[in-house]
């Protein structure tokens, strides 16, 4: 039985066909990677029996993907097995500056987080983090479009129920006369128990300020204009929570102060996004692989006091992100886009200060942290099945590499072998070798594999059983 689990696998490891470089037309050629070259032939002998993957361009341009990158790989593999030559620095800076940032907190940042017994109460009392509410409400919603004195005109009539309410009237059969929620106000009103967060901010605010028996005054969410009643409050027992409680006061104090500490750092920096910069991000997500000249490169994204944020780091950056990632951030707004580019700064800025404040990593341990992504590349490669060439005593390098990737991508296919994803390593990779996918040949392969499929009967597995004799047409 074969792995079914192969086609999400393929999609996740999808790279935008114009970050591999430009389109090939030579025909009857699906991809080239240096030298090397992926045939139509070949991708549809991979392809053609794996009938539990659709015959899409989505599918063939993974598969070319992940050939190029194996391909990179074993040719890298043959040349140094043992990766000396590849500057892996850029893999782990993230991980180096993080450490310097904790390091720059545990340091620089000195908080009290030390909590009374007695304070401890009075801000669980106050807050009331695991209270369980009961209410009822009344809700009448403006009209669409409504104008000021329509919006008036409703808030007289709430105002005239609230009134009746506080008159005693009936609560349940006021809700039940008037309120537009006609789900809760065919219970009176009820909207059962609900916690902190479950409703709109407004509404919860009013709520758990509220004394039980209490009616509101009216409180306005987006769904309209609320009366609102507190039929019940029920808090678990101080005792049974405070661990984690005090846990969870100490940790908002900490996170309260670092915040001031990382607003202090900004506000000296006084970070500016440029002009016309936002769809150089976008750009950038869908094709995060594309070849850019060292102006472009070294072009300022975000402006600060002493420093830049360049195209070229947000290039990193959305290098070694999911693919997910990379879609969100090539389709998001640009008020979401210029909060990653501050926080990306952010980012810079707190390294900036650690490495101010003598934190940066020792040399020795900047290249103990390389060598241990040496020893993962050359696990990856092992597994791949293309750290250890099988040659031919006098075979050139290249008809080995080429048997060692179409022996891995069948086994991945097959689901004897896991997708193994290279990341940043094969946009490295492909910084060294001319890349292409073409897309005629991603055409071409999906016809041939859609005239093969087409032209074969069914397996007997396939066919359905005949059909049994009716018993009143056998002659005994």
């Known amino acids: 039985m074969k792995n079914r689990k192969i086609l999400p696998a393929l999609a996740g490891l999808l790279v935008v066909a114009a970050a591999c470089g430009d389109d090939i037309s030579t025909e009857g050629t699906l991809a080239r990677a240096g030298s090397y070259v992926l045939t139509v032939d070949q991708a549809v002998d991979l392809l053609v029996d794996e009938e539990n993957l659709p015959n899409t361009t989505a599918v063939v341009e993974a598969l070319a993907n992940l050939w190029i990158d194996y391909t990179l790989l074993a040719d890298a593999a043959a040349t140094d097995s043992t990766f000396s030559d590849m500057n892996l620095e850029d893999l782990v800076v993230q991980q180096l500056e993080q ?268 290249a103990t942290i390389i060598e241990n992504a040496r020893d993962q590349l050359r696990v990856a490669a092992g597994d791949i099945g293309v750290l250890r060439l099988d040659r031919a005593p006098g075979e050139p390098v290249e008809p080995a590499v080429s048997r060692a990737v179409m022996a891995a991508l069948e086994g991945v296919l097959t689901g004897a072998k896991d997708v193994i994803p290279l990341g940043q390593i094969a946009f490295q990779l492909r910084q060294r070798e001319p890349t292409s996918v073409s897309g005629t040949g991603t055409g071409e392969t999906i016809v041939r594999i859609g005239e093969i499929r087409a032209g074969r009967g069914l397996a007997p597995f396939e066919q359905a059983p005949p059909e049994a004799p009716d018993p009143d047409s056998i002659v005994n």
Request: charged share 30%; no cysteine.
């Open 99 to 366: 450490e310097m940032i904790f390091q720059l907190r545990d340091s620089v940042m000195q908080v009290d987080t030390s909590v009374t017994e007695d304070e401890l109460r009075d801000i669980y009392a106050n807050e009331a983090p695991g209270a369980q509410l009961e209410a009822s409400h009344i809700l009448l919603g403006f009209p669409q479009g409504a104008s000021d004195a329509e919006r008036d005109s409703v808030r007289a009539e709430v105002e005239a129920i609230r009134v009746r309410a506080l008159g005693r009237e009936s609560f349940a059969a006021l809700a039940e006369e008037f309120s537009q929620d006609r789900g809760s106000a065919a219970l009176g009103g009820s909207l059962g128990s609900f916690g902190r967060g479950d409703m709109v901010r407004p509404f919860e605010e009013a709520a758990f300020a509220m004394e039980v028996g209490e009616i509101s005054e009216i409180v306005e969410t987006p769904f309209g204009l609320h009366i609102i009643r507190l039929d019940s409050r029920r808090m678990q027992d101080f005792d049974e929570v405070a661990p984690q409680f005090r846990s969870q006061v100490q940790s908002r104090r900490f996170i309260e102060a670092e915040s001031l500490f990382v607003a202090a750092i900004e506000e000296r920096a006084a970070p500016e996004i440029q002009d016309d910069v936002l769809e150089i991000v976008h750009d950038l997500a869908r094709e995060p692989g594309s070849r850019l000249a060292g102006r472009a490169r070294r072009r300022a994204l975000v402006d600060y006091n002493g420093g830049e944020f360049t195209v070229g780091e947000f290039q990193l950056f959305i290098q070694t992100r999911t693919t997910q990632f990379r879609d969100q951030v090539a389709n998001s707004p640009d008020d979401q886009i210029e909060n990653l580019l501050k926080s990306l700064v952010q980012r810079e800025l707190l390294v900036t200060e650690a490495r101010g404040a003598g934190l940066e990593p020792p040399a020795e341990q900047i």
